[in-house]
């Protein structure tokens, strides 16, 4: 599958659900899900030309699109990214997942973020959190559609080490349409559920002279932003 | 050196939590901390214990908490401080997530307690202080158990200015 088909599916099914995303995932929630925060539109199609389409109808969406409120421009209020923070995902979704066990949590993890925190598979099944379920994003690179640089394990199995470490249910997909039939079963499931996705690397942009792009101020703070309107989104919560 | 007076005592300690409504410990276990761990871990009215594999997921599932609502305290010693620094940069500094955290003065050589910690031999013990300064952690120093009411302190600053707070355990917490 592709990153469109993988994080597509879960936007678009995802409901009233918590979403703790990391970096690769954000750019393409930010994309898909846009400035009115519906990704119904963003077709999640296979291979190269699934995700050029998917892409592009997530820009053009964006082009016609009312101009994005502030609380837009950070993300919708259910999802905070762990961004500039490899490796946190997993335990920012497991504290989430205790404090609001009547909510579901879903966590677009990294394959290389969680190779930095691997122990956390570890943490989140002592604590036996049902209403959590744990992806990865599985395309064995880093800097994913910029250099990828392969992670130090391209074929690790996540997924086994999960249901080794005592999640109650773990799974690899490959496929991007039985992603998108299984996900509404792996949602409702008793968790914790762990699930790897094994998704095509984006094409690499860098090349001899490439440059690069200053990263915006807006990547190191909106964390807090996120952050403070998920609290006061779920403050709400009566669950 | 007399070590007792130094020491808090693990019963002064888990009523500053109550005091405080802390209802999670997030923890990797801290040696000078032990009796506090054991007395959480036997049972004390409102309080959760959760033990992480490392101080990055401690910090990490303490912001998950706080964000939904709850009130946690983090325990580690020294080293796991020093561990974590880059997850408490991006957690607390950055994304302003409030913290406590009581963080043991593990390694301290008993003939310092009661000293500056400055003038540790022991690295570990030694820099906590400076290093805290450095990276605009605003610390507290617990050398005795009149000092849990800085407890309170922290937890109004941390929220208040929406930062980290560290509350440095000097010496080894009496079993009572």
């Known amino acids: 599958m592709n990153i469109v088909q993988a994080c597509g599916v879960v936007a678009k099914g995802k409901g009233n659900a918590i979403l703790v995303s990391t970096m690769l995932s954000m750019f393409i929630f930010d994309r898909i899900e846009g400035a ?19 892409l ?12 994005p409120s502030a609380a837009a421009q950070v993300s919708a209020p259910g999802r905070i990214n762990s961004v500039p923070l490899m490796g946190g995902a997993a335990g920012l979704g497991l504290g989430l997942a205790l ?35 744990h992806c990865v994003v599985h395309n064995g690179t880093q800097f994913t559609g910029l250099d990828n640089m392969e992670i130090p394990v391209a074929d690790f199995r996540f997924s086994k080490v999960a249901g080794e470490a005592g999640y109650k249910h773990s799974e690899r997909i490959s496929d991007g349409a039985q992603w998108a039939e299984r996900f509404p079963a792996l949602l409702a499931m008793e968790g914790p559920v762990f699930v790897e996705l094994m998704v095509e690397p984006v094409p690499r942009q860098t090349k001899d002279g490439f440059e690069h792009e ?5 990547q190191f703070t909106r964390m807090a932003e996120e952050a403070l309107a998920m609290q006061a989104w779920l403050a709400l919560d009566q669950t | 050196m007399d070590i007792a007076r130094y020491s808090i005592s693990a019963t002064c300690a888990a009523a500053a939590l ?24 036997k ?37 796991g401080l020093y561990n974590c620094f880059n997850t408490l940069r991006a957690i607390s500094l950055d994304a302003r997530i409030p913290m406590v955290f009581m963080v043991g003065q593990f390694g301290r050589e008993f003939e310092n307690i009661g000293r500056p910690a400055i003038q540790s031999r022991r690295t570990m013990v030694r820099i906590a202080e400076p290093f805290l300064r450095a990276v605009d952690v605003p610390f507290y120093c617990l050398d005795m158990e009149a000092d849990m009411a800085k407890m309170d302190v922290a937890f109004e600053q941390a929220e208040a200015e929406r930062t980290a ?12």
């Open chain 1, 36 to 54: 009115d925060g519906n990704a119904s539109l963003v077709p999640t199609i296979g291979g190269m030309t699934g995700l050029v389409l998917g």
């Open chain 1, 56 to 67: 592009g109808v997530a820009k053009a969406k964006s082009l016609v699109g009312i101009a």
């Open chain 1, 99 to 133: 404090a609001k066990p009547k909510r579901k949590v879903i966590v677009m993890d990294g394959d290389a973020s969680l190779l930095m925190e691997l122990g956390s598979l570890a943490t989140v099944a002592a604590q036996k959190p049902t209403n959590l379920l």
């Open chain 1, 214 to 218: 200053e990263m915006p101020d807006r």
């Open chain 2, 18 to 41: 109550q005091r405080n409504r802390v209802d999670h410990v997030v923890t990797v276990p801290d040696w000078v901390q032990l009796a506090l761990h054991d007395r959480l871990n």
């Open chain 2, 43 to 79: 049972g004390v009215d409102g309080i959760a214990v959760i033990s992480c594999s490392n101080e990055n997921q401690v910090v990490t599932v303490a912001a998950g908490l706080t964000i939904g609502g709850k009130r946690p305290l983090v325990m580690m010693q020294n080293q």
């Open chain 2, 165 to 176: 707070v560290v509350l440095l355990v000097s010496a080894p917490m009496a079993w009572r």
